[in-house]
């Protein structure tokens, strides 16, 4: 059995206050015996030998539980050794009479069944099998009585199966021969069977001290080491032999730590689980455990100490932090983006670095937002048919959606997510990563674009219809607003001339003054195009003074 910490600390404490009761009905036992003995012992009777013995059986009946009147039919002379006559006397030492508590201890109904028998009929088997060895007993006392010439009293224990007794004689001598005696018995199974649980209860203290696998020490408040177990020696590389030598100062690596536990200990007379470092003897450094009661123990307060090692522990929590360390870094750090939704208000309740950073928002303006905040009006409805699935089965594989950034852009996400479940297994957050795979699906849409648009050149009728087809392609492959083409004319103010166009245009291509002259007109992107014979790119229209004679034409249609 391995008991540690706490529950060790339960057990023998319970040990100890059953020690602590049985010692203190043991002690009651024995001075109430001691007080009853010597007052048989002192009390002087007067009067007639009628009266001596009234007044005698009124003491017994109030204060004796057995008394019983013994004749001997061959009295023993004091003037003769007594171990000459001792084999005769209890062959010849008969009932002559008994009190009522005696008959009923015994478990005879009336006086006739004792009246006039050998009182060695009366002994128990374990009585009879001593023989000799009992009357040596008695012997001792008729020595003292002949050697003293007092009344003696001497306390005999007499086992049966279930009654143990003790038994004070006293002797009445005349013309120097013992006639007769007075016995006198006090029930003491109660002691006995407490002596025999006092006994089993501490072998069952010092089995758990000797062979439980925690290390247990008693030491004084000074520190000095009274007593220890093989699992301490064990622990601390050290002989249990040379640690009672030791103070157990000596073991801790911050002896501060020391202090705390007897501060804590005087002040709640316990302290439970507190952890520190000691040296063992081949200086290596461990993690302990510390468990320590104040205990009273032979009249003396004693700290009572379990520790267990709790090295391995430690070097897993060290593990763990390390773990948990690497896991936080990987995943604040991570190119994807993680967070994590609460599955009753759809909430983000946590997300990393790439969240904030892809979308333009900062953490505060994150947590505790809707998630469906985050996503772009064109992929809503379908985002939130995917949250209620995942809270019916706890998965999402491969959804590709769209998020929208703060500053109104938008990025194409392909969604995968795991559930988070309590102790009864119901969902209550997600794991939700979100990979930006827009400039895959870029890619794929440009690739889209050049097949149809070859398609387009191999299959087309007239260059009129493959100018227009290609618009329409572009339109509807990409994010583009609207397309047109048109050619640059020859004449006096090089205007460009709209030839067919997609998207929408709402009247633009009409209102728009477009040339590739060198005036305000011809120094937009159409224009530098032709002039330049490059590509234009412009990212803001906006900002960029070239867009200014077309800019609230843009506008309308953006």
């Known amino acids: 059995m391995v008991i540690l910490g706490s529950d060790y600390i339960k057990k023998l404490?319970?040990?100890?206050?059953?020690?602590?009761?049985?010692k203190k009905k043991l002690k009651n036992y024995e001075d109430k015996i001691k007080q009853l003995e010597t007052d048989i012992t002192r009390k002087e009777f007067k009067g007639s030998k009628a009266k001596i013995i009234e007044e005698y059986q009124e003491?017994?009946?109030?204060?004796?539980?057995?008394?019983?009147?013994?004749?001997?039919?061959?009295?023993?002379s004091l003037k003769q050794p007594i171990e000459d006559q001792v084999d005769e006397i209890f062959k010849e030492a008969y009932f002559k009479d008994i009190n009522e508590g005696g008959m009923v201890l015994m478990g005879f109904?009336?006086?006739?069944?004792?009246?006039?028998?050998?009182?060695?009929?009366?002994?128990?088997?374990?009585?009879?099998?001593?023989?000799?060895?009992n009357h040596i007993r008695y012997v001792e006392i008729l020595k003292e009585r002949s050697q003293g010439g007092q009344q003696v009293v001497k306390k005999l224990v007499h086992g049966g199966e279930d009654i143990y007794y003790a038994t004070s004689i006293q002797f009445i001598v005349e013309n120097d021969c013992i006639v007769r005696f007075f016995s006198s018995q006090f029930d003491i199974s109660t002691q006995k069977l407490a002596e025999k649980a006092a006994i089993e209860s501490n072998k069952r203290y010092q089995y758990l001290f000797d062979y439980s696998n925690a290390g247990i020490y008693i030491s004084k408040f000074d520190g000095k080491i009274v007593n220890a177990n093989q699992a301490l020696a064990n622990i601390l590389n050290y002989p249990v032999g040379e640690l009672l030598k030791l103070n157990i100062m000596d073991f801790y690596i911050n002896p501060a730590e020391r202090h705390e536990i007897l501060k804590i200990l005087k002040e709640r007379g316990q302290i439970k689980n507190f952890e520190v470092q000691f040296i063992t003897?081949?200086?290596?450094?461990?993690?302990?455990?510390?468990?320590?009661?104040?205990?009273?123990?032979d009249n003396e307060h004693l700290i009572l100490t379990i520790i267990t090692d709790i090295d391995d522990k430690k070097r897993l929590e060290r593990e763990l932090m390390d773990s948990q360390e690497l896991y936080q870094d990987l995943y604040d750090n991570a190119p994807d983006m993680y967070a994590s939704i609460d599955a009753v208000t759809g909430n983000v309740a946590k997300c990393n670095y790439a969240v904030?950073?892809?979308?333009?928002?900062?953490?505060?303006?994150?947590?505790?937002?809707?998630?469906?905040?985050?996503y772009h009006p064109s992929v809503l409805e379908r985002s939130k048919e995917l949250f209620k699935k995942f809270k019916e089965t706890g998965l999402i594989t491969n959804e590709e959606l769209i998020l929208k950034k703060k500053d109104g852009g938008k990025i194409d996400v392909s969604l995968n997510v795991t559930a988070i479940r309590d102790e009864e297994g119901t969902i209550i957050a997600s794991r939700s990563v979100?990979?930006?795979?827009?400039?895959?699906?870029?890619?794929?849409?440009?690739?889209?674009?050049?097949?149809?648009c070859l398609s387009a050149v191999l299959y087309a009728k007239d260059e009129a219809s493959l100018m227009q087809e290609v618009c329409d392609i572009l339109v509807n492959t990409s994010d583009y607003y609207m397309t047109w083409i048109g050619f640059a004319q020859n004449d006096k103010e090089k205007n460009i001339l709209p030839l067919v166009h997609a998207g929408k245009e709402d009247e633009y291509l009409e209102n728009i003054i477009i040339r590739w002259d060198n005036s305000e007109f011809g120094m937009g992107p159409t224009g530098m195009a032709i002039k330049t014979r490059q590509i234009q790119i412009v990212t803001n229209y906006e900002t960029n003074t070239k867009f200014e004679p077309e800019k609230d034409l843009i506008i309308s249609i953006v």
């Open 13 to 22: 404490e319970l040990i100890e206050e059953e020690n602590r009761l049985l």
């Open 59 to 76: 003491f017994i009946a109030n204060n004796v539980l057995l008394h019983s009147w013994v004749e001997l039919r061959n009295p023993i």
């Open 109 to 133: 109904q009336n006086r006739e069944e004792f009246i006039g028998k050998p009182i060695v009929d009366f002994w128990a088997e374990e009585t009879r099998k001593r023989g000799g060895r």
């Open 281 to 297: 003897k081949d200086e290596e450094i461990k993690w302990l455990s510390v468990t320590s009661k104040i205990m009273k123990i």
């Open 356 to 374: 904030t950073n892809v979308l333009g928002f900062s953490e505060e303006e994150i947590i505790n937002r809707n998630i469906f905040d985050l």
């Open 434 to 452: 979100w990979r930006d795979i827009s400039e895959s699906k870029k890619i794929k849409r440009v690739l889209e674009c050049y097949r149809q």
